[in-house]
Nanobody, 122 residues
Framework: VQLQASGGGLVQAGDSLRLSCAASGHTFSDYAAAWFRQAPGKEREFVSYVGRGGHIVNYADSVEGRSTISRDDSNNTVYLQMNRLIPEDTAVYFC????????????????WGQGTQVTVSS
């Protein structure tokens, strides 16, 4: 499966963004999906995941309560709605997919998109 992330941009603190991850090449409903992010000089970290069917979701503490992950398998797309953005959210955001059960470990995801930059100014 190929993944294409989009929706990033330069925003002010307190603003919202919706990131999209479009999948192609395979039946996307067969995959669990996740978002990770990587800030300059830091390791790639887990943000959120959604299981097959969309019923199982999980969030990192840093975005819990401010973000919502969802999927639309009819359009082969996973979304990450991020609200009340803060400067610490500045990073490149990557979507990932796996045929395994969803997890917080980047090592469990075989398929990755190219990333979309989110920059939050104070």
């Amino acid at each position: 499966v190929q993944l294409q992330a989009s929706g990033g941009g330069l925003v002010q603190a307190g603003d919202s963004l919706r990131l999209s991850c479009a999948a192609s090449g395979h039946t996307f409903s067969d995959y669990a999906a996740a978002w990770f992010r990587q800030a300059p000089g830091k390791e790639r970290e887990f943000v959120s995941y959604v299981g097959r069917g969309g019923h199982i979701v999980n969030y990192a503490d840093s975005v819990e309560g401010r973000s919502t992950i969802s999927r639309d398998d009819s359009n082969n797309t996973v979304y990450l709605q991020m609200n009340r953005l803060i400067p610490e959210d500045t990073a490149v955001y990557f979507c990932a997919a796996t045929t395994w059960s969803p997890s917080r470990s980047r090592n469990d995801y075989r398929y990755w998109g190219q990333g979309t930059q989110v920059t939050v100014s104070s």
